[in-house]
C-alpha cells in the first residue's frame, strides 16, 4: 500500500528560485493537508482543502500557494524560496471526519541558501 | 483558537523505567485527541486516540485518558524499551471551515537508554 508519497525526498533551492512539492494519497480521502516542521516549533499547517478544487489558508500561509488538481493530488509551490522556509515539509490526508486519523507521507527535506 | 501544549523534552530514561508525556489542550468544541510518533527519517504515524471525554486509547503497552476536567492527554507507558526512541506528539482534531484540522504541539523526543 503506498498511502501518501511525496516528492521530492530532499531538495536544495538559491533563494529566489522557485519549485513546486507534490503529494499524491491513494486512500480515496477527501482531505489534504500540508505542514512544516520546525525544531522546537512542532507541525504547522500552512494549507488545506477539504476537496477537490478548494483551498484554505492554515498557520503560516504566507509565501506558499496550493493546488488541489483532482482528489488524489495535493501540490504546494514555493514562487521565490527564502531562507525562513528551510524546513521539512509533511503532507498529510484523511477523511472528513474529527475522529479519524490523518497519514502522513514520508517528509521532504528543503534547503534554502 | 485550539492549540496544543506538551512538555519540552528531551526525556532521557534507562530501559524499563516509566514514562509520562504531558499534554495539555484548548479548544472551543469536542476535539478529539491523538498521539502520534516519528521514528528518525520517517513521516509521523498514529500512535493512540481519544474521541471523547473519559475515553482511552492505548497501542503497544502505550496508554492516555481523554480527561475534559483538566484538558489534558498524558501519554504513559509502565516500561519504556530503547525502541521506543523517537518524538512523540500530542494533537487535536476538530472541525474548523470545511473540514477537521489537526492542531499539533510542538513535540517531545524520547531517548531511552539500554
Known amino acids: 500500500n503506498a498511502g501518501v508519497t511525496q516528492t521530492p525526498k530532499f531538495q536544495v533551492l538559491k533563494t529566489g528560485q522557485s519549485m513546486t512539492l507534490q503529494c499524491a494519497q491513494d486512500?480515496?480521502?477527501?482531505?489534504m493537508y500540508w505542514y512544516r516542521q520546525d525544531p522546537g516549533m512542532g507541525l504547522r499547517l500552512i494549507y488545506y482543502s477539504a476537496s477537490e478544487g478548494t483551498t484554505d489558508k492554515g498557520e503560516v500561509p504566507n509565501g506558499y500557494n496550493v493546488s488541489r488538481l483532482n482528489k488524489r493530488e495535493f501540490s504546494l509551490r514555493l514562487e521565490s524560496a527564502a531562507p525562513s522556509q528551510t524546513s521539512v515539509y509533511f503532507c498529510a490526508s484523511s477523511v472528513r471526519d474529527k475522529n479519524t486519523e490523518a497519514f502522513f507521507g514520508q517528509g521532504t527535506r528543503l534547503t534554502v541558501v | 483558537g485550539d492549540s496544543v501544549t506538551q512538555m519540552e523534552g528531551p526525556v532521557t530514561l534507562s530501559e524499563e523505567a516509566f514514562l509520562t508525556i504531558n499534554c495539555t489542550y484548548t479548544?472551543?468544541?469536542?476535539?478529539?485527541l491523538f498521539w502520534y510518533v516519528q521514528y528518525p527519517g520517517e513521516g509521523l504515524q498514529l500512535l493512540l486516540k481519544?474521541?471523547?471525554?473519559?475515553d482511552k486509547g492505548s497501542n503497544k503497552g502505550f496508554e492516555a485518558t481523554y480527561r475534559k476536567e483538566t484538558t489534558s492527554f498524558h501519554l504513559e507507558k509502565g516500561s519504556v524499551q530503547v525502541s521506543d526512541s523517537a518524538v512523540y506528539f500530542c494533537?487535536?482534531?476538530?472541525?474548523?471551515?470545511?473540514?477537521?484540522?489537526?492542531?499539533f504541539g510542538t513535540g517531545t523526543l524520547l531517548a531511552v537508554q539500554p
Open positions: 481519544a474521541t471523547k471525554a473519559d
Open positions: 486512500m480515496n480521502h477527501n482531505s
Open positions: 494533537a487535536l482534531s476538530a472541525y474548523g471551515g470545511a473540514t477537521n484540522k489537526l492542531i
Open positions: 479548544a472551543t468544541g469536542y476535539p478529539s
